[in-house]
């Protein structure tokens, strides 16, 4: 939709987690993600952590199927949504308002890690329509020199 606010949040889950059914038994899993700025003290060559955000974050469906069976606490991610503002009544009575991120996108951050990803087959067990084998998605790979003409021998082919 037009107008929502847009944010990516890179940060560490502060727990696992956790998935739930909704009374019609929709799966919904929600999750924090804490993410704390650093910035370099040139006066003592340090490194100072900031003030840290606790997003508290939600996904729905398939996805947070995808989600709980994947991430755990204490995970490097990269998540990207839309910012929820929520207004309640807390148990003395007292009006508060909640800031939440519905998750669009979620990954493991490669920066300190690696990762191994599977495609998840579909509800019915079928694939995607129109979608390469899990091993094919990420490899790029030239086709045999004899489908393109033969080699370049000595020749620069530019």
Known sequence: MAGETIITVVGNLTADPELRYTQNGLPV???????????????SGEWKDGDALFMR????????????????????VIAQGRLRQRSYQDRDGNNRTAIEMEV?????????????????ARPDGQRPAASAPAAEQWVTAQPPAEEWGGGFGDDTPF
């Open 29 to 43: 899993t929600n999750f924090t993600i804490a993410s704390t700025p650093r910035t370099l003290d040139k006066a």
């Open 57 to 76: 974050c939600s996904v729905w469906r398939e996805f947070a199927e995808h989600v709980a069976g994947s991430l755990s606490k204490g995970m490097r």
């Open 104 to 120: 669009d996108e979620i990954g493991p951050s490669l920066r300190y890690a690696t990762a191994q990803v599977t495609r998840a």
